[in-house]
């Protein structure tokens, strides 16, 4: 079993629909959440981070944690075609000790907004 | 401000062929990381290094090895190239090791083994 499965998608969906993204994790030594984008041809970059359960929100973008369940989201609102792109969930175990800041990637989703 | 520069951008290398990725940042980070990128499967850690002169190996280290002589370099070598090893490599820095302290990538190199 992946220690991170990410629903692989690919998604397409029209400009202002909502989407929704998700992960299911087995380690529960998991402790911090990140969501990375990543354009085409280009490296990841860091949207959103969390580390309790709950949501978390960013302008239209929301995360959402659920450690009970091991499962957490991102959600688009408004979605835009310059949102489309590569989203790869990431975790880490606890700050410090050994995890030195690795991180384990889901498999990412390929989202398409078309106008 | 660069952040991380990778070099070559691609690159075709043919079986038992050797080649060294190099990854350069200017962002006084510690910590620096390797991951190579296959499609539909994520990024997997290769290596690590938490310092100059301090490295580790990461989920899929086999066939790679990795220096950290200065706190600005990490280049990544591979001595005998095989198609498994074709992918994306991505290499990334981080300022600590906080869950919450953002990792910046660099823009990748495509690799390809014939």
């Known amino acids: 079993q992946k220690e991170v499965e990410q629903d692989p998608g690919p998604l397409s969906v029209p400009e202002g629909a909502i989407v929704s993204l998700n992960c299911t994790y087995s380690?529960?030594?998991?402790?911090?959440f990140m969501w990375y984008r990543q354009y085409s041809r280009k490296g990841p970059e860091l949207l959103m981070y969390?580390?309790?359960?709950g949501n978390k929100e960013d302008g239209r973008f929301t995360a959402q944690v659920d450690k009970s369940s091991k499962y957490i989201s991102l959600f688009i609102r408004d979605s835009q075609p310059s949102d489309s792109a590569t989203y790869l969930c990431?975790?880490?175990?606890?700050?410090?000790?050994?995890?030195?800041?690795?991180?384990?990637f889901g498999q990412g989703t390929i989202l398409t907004v078309h106008p | 401000n660069a952040g991380v520069t990778q070099t070559p951008k691609f690159r075709i290398l043919k079986i038992g062929q050797s080649m060294t990725l190099q990854c350069a940042q200017d962002?006084?980070?510690?910590?620096m990381y390797w991951y190579r990128q296959d499609p539909g499967m994520g990024l997997k850690l290769i290596y690590y290094?938490?310092?100059?002169?301090?490295?580790d190996k990461g989920e899929v280290p086999n066939g790679y090895n990795v220096s950290r002589s200065t706190t600005e370099d990490f280049p990544l070598r591979l001595e005998l190239a095989a198609p498994s090893q074709t992918s994306v490599y991505f290499c990334?820095?981080?300022?600590?090791?906080?869950?919450?302290?953002?990792?910046?990538f660099g823009q990748g190199t495509r690799l390809t083994v014939v």
């Open positions: 990431a975790m880490t175990t606890n700050a410090g000790g050994t995890s030195y800041g690795k991180l384990t």
């Open positions: 380690n529960s030594a998991f402790q911090y």
């Open positions: 962002m006084n980070h510690n910590y």
């Open positions: 290094s938490v310092g100059a002169g301090i490295t």
């Open positions: 969390t580390y309790s359960s």
């Open positions: 990334a820095s981080s300022l600590d090791y906080s869950g919450t302290t953002e990792a910046f």
